[in-house]
């Protein structure tokens, strides 16, 4: 249903009671409506293909990479084992997480060469796709905008620009619909993949700093095309993280403590190519991939020191996670597999990697920190993905989970995993699905997780193999726990 849909056919005061407008807008809100002091800022921090073993809370060896930062968010709160990216790619999980569905559920049109689909079943959307999320329909963002939130997406993109494919000429008029049609205030961020065209921020709705319409390409990038040669700031891959911390930072700092803000950071870190700050570059003997991850412990920590200082830490709900699993590629010499032969299990103990259908694309840290109302230092084993963000804030802000047919569909709280680890927790969620790169799904329920073993019709025949040397296209079933 689309979001100017909801708001009439509920009216105003049936809106005010589910998004806690203001009493202009409403009838005040009932008593189940959380007050400011429930109300707390948010930090997601999303990271980009951090495995599950990535992390020193996460069993990684402190001898080849150390994580305080991210380690002392989970000695402050608490941290879930069974969480889960629902795609083992970037575009998908960050989809599912402001939208609270599936993406392959998406309304709008993903471009295929001359052709379109309806909602995005495989693969990621590349730099001239069209903004993937209906502006239409509620989000994240939307929904915390409309209980009073300061929203701001800082970081990774990576959910296409505009209402149309674009070629780079049309990049110097403004990218809209995004980032700001999805109720977010402000936008500072990387439009695809680290080390990709085109090799320039995004503020707002315009090139940052662009300065006339030229456009020369020149280089080439991490993926062997050339960068497109805009007329503004180009990206420096060794500073990509250090420039979004600061950007975060900057913003965290004009927050007025007396409303709410919500800020979803993503940072470039340790999506490949693998480039370590020159600060960090040679600090683990893991190698340049230990350094970045070290390189993101350190920017989660910067955000972590200005939420301190600006006095907001005990009114702030700081989440840190990933998008999907780390990249292994066949490759020896890559710096992933140099961190692995040193004995850095960047997945865990997980079977496969970033691309691939089973738990080590999937399987992600997922931290939580609340001061006074998360226990510290506790473990929950909720299953939760992506999908369930959307319904958990909701219940925060709210007091409510809004009905599938209003708003995140495939959305389950957990809030109650996060409040009470030790007790019974209160997620409804029993299963989930999954999906590799191709399209191949998978199905969670409780402990056993069932691999259809096939490709949606939809998948182009390049894409219908393995997607490396250990995936196999054949029907699968494991018990998680024990195989």
């Known amino acids: 249903m689309k979001r100017g849909t909801w708001i009439k056919r509920l009216g105003a005061a049936a809106a005010g009671a589910i998004f806690g407008l203001s009493a202009s807008a409403a009838e005040p809100a009932p008593e189940t409506i959380l007050d400011r002091e429930q109300h707390p800022n948010i930090v997601f921090v999303l990271a980009d293909d951090l495995g599950h073993g990535s992390l020193n809370c996460y069993g990684a060896n402190p001898d080849l990479v150390q994580t305080p930062h991210v380690d002392r968010l989970a000695e402050q709160g608490v941290r879930l084992t069974q969480a889960s990216a629902i795609a083992a790619v970037c575009s998908p999980t960050r989809y599912s997480l402001l939208m609270g569905e599936y993406p392959w559920r998406a309304e709008r049109p993903v471009w295929r060469g001359d052709q379109t689909e309806q909602g995005l079943h495989y693969g990621v959307l590349h730099w001239d796709h069209p903004l993937l999320p209906d502006p239409e329909q509620p989000s994240i963002a939307s929904m915390l905008k409309e209980n009073g939130y300061n929203t701001a997406m800082i970081g990774k993109w990576h959910l296409g620009y505009g209402e149309e494919p674009t070629v780079p000429q049309d990049w110097t008029e403004p990218l809209r619909p995004g980032p700001l049609d999805l109720g977010f205030d402000y936008h500072f961020g990387v439009p695809v993949n680290h080390g990709g065209p085109p090799n320039v921020y995004i503020e707002n709705d315009s090139i940052y700093g662009l300065r006339t319409d030229r456009v020369h390409p020149f280089s080439r990038s991490f993926y062997g095309m050339p960068y497109w040669g805009f007329d503004a700031p180009q990206r420096s891959d060794e500073q990509v993280t250090q420039d979004l911390t600061d950007k975060a930072v900057d913003w965290i700092r004009q927050q007025d403590p007396d409303d709410p803000f919500f800020l979803l950071f993503a940072p470039v870190a340790v999506h490949h190519p ?33 939420v301190d200082y600006m006095g907001f830490a005990d009114d702030t709900l700081f989440i840190f996670t990933s998008d999907d699993g780390s990249d292994i590629p066949g490759d020896s010499e890559r710096p992933e597999r140099v961190a692995i032969a040193q004995g850095f299990d960047i997945n865990g103990p997980w079977k496969g990697d970033k691309h691939t259908i089973w738990e080590g694309g999937h399987r992600v840290a997922f931290i939580a920190r609340w001061p006074g109302h998360i226990p510290p230092g506790t473990t929950s084993d909720a299953m939760v993905n992506m999908n369930d963000v959307l319904a958990t804030f909701a219940e925060l802000v709210t007091g409510e989970v809004p009905e599938p047919e209003v708003a995140g569909r495939d959305s389950f709280t957990f809030l109650d995993a996060l409040l009470n680890p030790n007790g019974q927790h209160g997620t409804n969620r029993n299963t989930m699905i999954n999906s590799n790169v191709s399209g191949m799904m998978g199905i969670r329920q409780g402990p056993w997780k069932y691999i259809e073993g096939e490709y949606p019709e939809i998948t182009p025949e390049r894409l219908r193999r393995p997607n490396d040397q250990f995936e196999v296209a054949e029907r699968q079933l494991y018990k998680i726990d024990e195989d």
Request: no cysteine.
């Open 274 to 306: 693998i480039t370590p700050s020159h600060y960090m570059r040679g600090m683990s003997p893991a190698g340049p991939y230990a350094d970045f991850v070290q390189d993101l412990d350190r920017s989660v920590g910067q955000i972590m020191e200005i």
